[in-house]
């Protein structure tokens, strides 16, 4: 298995992916279309021989205000505080394999070469020890508790600086 660019034709295959891995967290088809469409330098598959395995959906934003689910951005904005991990999902047979890691690493020097100062994310699905081993951080304030309401109770948003790695 191993990462490539996604391409619209890989779109039924993403939304079948998140259907599975996140159905706390349903997105219409439209959201990852949108996302694809806006900054397709941040959108990449897991593909196995037999079929996409996982998905990787990232891009420019401001930093502590990451949008809500299911919503569409419009724009990626210019210029953008943070570089945003919008969503990272693998199926069971992928898990363990160190894709994800292998793609955290990818998305760190992509965030440099758009000379972004830091790396975000909302951490859901019991997934911040994962993040922490990536080198991210929690970082939180009031305002954020609201913009993280839509991602369930447990959510965190959680921040890599890239200054000095």
């Not at 619209?8 to 706390?24: E, K, M, Y």
């Not at 205000?65 to 505080?81: Q, W, Y």
Request: proline residues 7%.
């Amino acid at each position: 298995m191993s990462w490539r660019a996604m391409t619209p034709r890989d779109l039924p295959a993403v939304n079948a992916i998140a259907a599975r891995v996140h159905p706390d967290y349903p997105e219409d088809a439209a959201v990852f279309e949108e996302r694809l469409a806006l900054y397709p330098a941040g959108c990449f598959i897991l593909q196995s021989a037999a079929a996409p395995i996982g998905y990787l959906i990232s891009h420019p934003w401001h930093f502590a205000e990451p949008p809500a689910l299911n919503v569409a951005l419009c724009e990626i904005p210019s210029p953008a505080s943070t570089y945003y991990i919008h969503d990272i999902a693998l199926l069971p047979q992928a898990r363990g394999s160190g894709a994800a890691a292998t793609a955290v690493a990818a998305l760190l020097q992509l965030a440099r070469t758009q000379t972004m100062r830091n790396i975000s994310l909302v951490a859901v699905n019991n997934s911040v020890q994962f993040w922490r081993r990536q080198g991210f951080h929690i970082h939180s304030d009031g305002a954020l508790a609201q913009k993280l309401a839509s991602y369930g109770a447990d959510a965190c948003y959680m921040v890599r600086d890239l200054g000095d790695v």
